[in-house]
């Protein structure tokens, strides 16, 4: 089972560009590696997939490493509307062996 | 716009009592998830549905049924409802393929006194 762990919470100034890893060195052939993002109150919102090397859209990047032992998501130049819980999600196809870690709360700092 | 929607944002129930929660999806999406969210514990997979009438454990099943008639929706049951069964409940669906990109309910808060 590709269990995921993540550091707990973390702090950032505005502006910064922030890197939250998810480590899951089980993960295995078929498995991809999603990432949400939840606001209190609210369910969590998908942001971001990749299988392997990197991806990026409008909202973040996604870096995973030839050995797919680990992922990092990048947020460029945060916002205070940044703040939230972030969590990643490894899975493949079945939804036997999916598996969330248990989030990262990021707070952006005025 | 993709919808996911839960019958009710927050509950209060006693304990012994019977719950159903229920979760409905507009995208004709295969598979449909119950999560629970507890503070420190993330997102632990109560049971999914790949197929109307189909369903699978997840990783806390204990104490919990599902049903799942239509394809649009998938109710969770708390056969006789205790306090640690108190959390947030969330509802999602995907495709069948895709399973790591899943739809999100707005959650309902479960209180059992």
């Known amino acids: 089972l590709a269990k995921t762990t993540q550091p707990i919470s973390m702090d950032s100034y505005e502006g910064q560009e922030v890197n939250i890893t998810c480590s899951h060195n089980?993960?295995?052939?078929?498995?991809?590696i999603t990432w949400y993002q939840q606001f209190p109150s609210q369910g969590p919102r998908f942001i971001i997939q990749g299988y392997k090397t990197k991806v990026t859209n409008e909202v973040a990047s996604l870096f995973i490493p030839a050995d797919r032992k680990s992922s990092t998501l990048s947020l460029p130049r945060v916002s205070l509307s940044d703040t939230a819980v972030y969590y990643c999600l490894v899975a493949r196809t079945g939804a036997n062996n999916l598996f969330f870690g248990t989030g990262t709360r990021l707070t952006v700092i005025p | 716009d993709v919808k996911v929607t839960q019958s009710s944002r927050y509950l209060v129930k006693r304990t012994g009592e019977k719950v159903f929660l229920e979760c409905v999806q507009d995208?004709?999406?295969?598979?449909m998830f119950w999560y629970r969210q507890d503070p420190g514990l993330g997102l632990r997979l109560i049971y999914f549905s790949y197929d109307v009438k189909m369903k699978e454990k997840g990783d806390i099943p204990e104490g919990y049924s599902v049903s799942r008639e239509k394809k649009e929706r998938f109710s969770l049951i708390l056969e006789s409802a205790s306090t640690n069964q108190t959390s947030m409940y969330l509802c999602?669906?995907?495709?069948?393929?895709?399973?790591?990109?899943?739809?999100f309910g707005p959650g309902t808060r479960l209180t059992v006194t």
């Open positions: 999602a669906s995907s495709t069948q393929v895709q399973v790591w990109e899943q739809y």
């Open positions: 089980n993960i295995a052939t078929n498995d991809y």
């Open positions: 995208m004709d999406h295969e598979n």
